[in-house]
Structures are given as C-alpha cells and as structure tokens.
C-alpha cells in the first residue's frame, strides 16, 4: 500500500512538472537531451581514439557549426511562428531552406578547413565535422515546424540518426577523416526522413525568397553574438595549444548540455512572447533563472566522473564547473534577447550586438593569451555577464505599449 501511493505521489509530481515545464518544450527538450548526450559521446570517442589535440581540432570545427545552425535557418524559425499561412506552406519553406543551406555552407568550410587545419588531414576532418552546421541549422527548421503543428515528439528523429551514426562511425571509421564522413552521411538521412513526414505544398519560389529575407532581418543581433563568440574561440585558437583548446572545447561543450533546458523553453515559449510580451515575460524570466542555476548544479556533478573516468582529465574537472557557474546568466541573457526580438526591437538588439561583439573579442583572446584554457573561461565568465546587463538595460527600456510591434509582413505597425 505505501508503495502504491509513493508511485501515485511521484506520478503527480512528474506531471506537474511537465506542465509547469510545457508539454511542447519537455518534447522539444527530450530531443535536444539525446542530441546533447550524442556531443558527449563524440568528444568521448574522439578523445579516446584520437587524444586531447584531436578534441582542439572538433573545437575548431564547431565554430562553424555554432555559426552556420543560426545563419543557415535564413531565420525562418523566428518567421513561422508570424506568417498567417498553412502548415503545408510553412513546411515547403522549411524544406527548401534545409536544401539550400548544405551548397551554401561548402564554400565557407573548405576555406575554414584550409586555413585552419595544420595539416591537410586535419583540413579535410574540420571540412567534415563542420558539415554538422548545416544538419543542426535544418535540425532548428525542423523543431520550430514540429512545434507549430503538434509533432514535437518527432523532434527525436533527427538525433536518432546521429546516435546512429556515432555507432557506425566509432566501429567502421577506420580514421578520423572516415569517422567524421560517416557521422555525417546518418545526419543527413535523419534528417531527410524527418522533412519527409511533415506535409508540404508546392514551394512559392518568390514567398520563400520575400520570408528568408524577412527572417533575416531577426538575424543581424544572433548573427553578431554568435559570429564574435566563435571568432573569439578561432582567435583563442592561434594563442593555446591544441590540448589546451581541446580542453576549453569540452568545457564549452558541458555547457552547452546545461543550456539545452533553456533552448527548448525559448523555442516552445516564442509564440507565446510573441503574442502576449508583457504577460509572458515576467514568468518566463523566473522560470528561466531558476530553471538556470538547477542546470547549472546537474551538469556540474556530471561533469566530475566524465572528467575523471571517461576523459582522464583531471583538469576538466575542475574548469567546466567554473564556466558552468555562468549558466544562470546566461539563461537570463536568452530571456532579454527573446523579448527583444518579439516585441521586434531589432534596432536594440543590433546596437547591443555590437557592443557585446566588440567586448568579445578582446576579452576573451586576451584571457586565453594570459592564461590558456583557464583564461579563456575566465574571459566567457566576463563576456557574459557584461552582455546581460547590456541586454537587459535595453529590454527595460521598452515598457507596454512603447515597443514597436511587428505586423505580419515584417513591417512596424
């Protein structure tokens, strides 16, 4: 009887959880926690396999990644939660965009791989981990459409696919260039199979044209943030050795699985912003800090036995929870930059882009210059904390019914 009613009691819990939490984000969050736990079997494999200097150069690779997943969505996410179209419309934008971003993206890595990598080994393995920008940029296409039409429980095709294709790769990639092509060729099919569920109407060339420009306008802030961040870790690049780049990257990567909570909720939660900014962000805001320092907590304690068992690197230990220790911030930091993009202050959020960017890139490549790895997360820990009290000056200053809403087309209304 005490067992009966102590899983009636953990039943009730976990369902108001997930109310409190959004059925639509814990769906969206259930994908991004397996596609998070496949970037920390990658760095495990290819530290294992490869060493510590191989995971400086998936470091590097990941710059690209960060940048191309935002810029390669032509910030249609952030348009097809505005456009007064059907789903199957919404869908054919959708999947054009994931066509166009791969040739779009190539030109951009070859140059990357070239004069990045240190030898023509290491080109070709940064060309190939660095396809993973385009799969996550049509991963985000992806989840905003699911999330629209009620599919988010697909979200997990798509990472699905990935576990896949660490499998295979780990056991047939005979070396890191061949490990790299396999991951990425299961990437893609999972995604293809994805884009193949959802419903599509022949694709309006010009619509599409009239919305990726359109979403663009939402991506000069993100496109600023992002670029500086990556720049500053490519610049930190040619001031660490590899091993001590591996390091930071896997720190970086720690805490990326700390933000992934947060990513789901902004998701979920953009249309709501979008309709209601000043009823909804009061609540999202306290949801988001302490939804922030619990990820924080988490991913620190897992951060000990990865370190010490599966990285053998006792030094991790110690510096990703330093740079976790950001994570409520940067949670806070999402929430401003969100309610300033639906309440479409874009003129805000492009002038404390660049003063955020300009910060960037001196504080954190003077750190790595000083202190190596430990420098650099020193740096981060500045960087963000200055860009949240940038962020969140400007998003107070915009008051109900002083923010210059956004009509359908794009246009202020």
Known sequence: MTARSDAGALRQTARRLSARFGHEAGLVLAARVLQNLNGLLLSAIIVRSFGLPAAGTLTIATAAVAVIALVGAFGLPYVFARMDAPMPVRNALGCAAALVVVPASLPFLAVLGALAGRSHEEALVIFLLALGGPFFAQGNLLNALQVLQGKAGEAVIAPAANSLGLLFAALFGSSYAGFAAILAAFRFA???????????????????????????????????????????????????????????????????????????????KYPAVVGDPDGALPPLRRLMLKLGAACAAGVALLAVPLGLFVFNLPRFTLLAPLLLASTPIRYLLS????????????????????????????????????????????????HVALATALTARASAAFGPRAAPRMSEAGAPS
């Open 190 to 268: 999972g995604v293809a199979v994805a884009f193949l569920r959802l419903k599509r109407a022949p694709l309006d060339f010009r619509l599409f044209v009239r919305q990726a420009r359109e979403g663009s306008r939402f991506l000069v802030g993100d496109s600023m943030n992002l670029g500086v961040d990556q720049a500053s870790v490519l610049i930190a690049s040619y001031l660490m050795s590899r091993a001590d780049l591996g390091l930071f990257g896997l720190a970086r990567q720690m805490l990326t699985v700390a933000e992934t909570p947060g990513w789901s909720q902004m998701q979920a």
């Open 335 to 382: 929430t401003y930059d969100l309610h300033l993009r639906a309440i479409g202050a874009l003129d805000a959020v492009n002038r404390v882009s660049a003063i955020r960017g300009a910060l960037g890139l001196v504080v954190i490549p003077l750190g790595a210059a000083f202190a190596g790895a430990l420098g650099a997360i020193l740096g981060v820990i500045l």
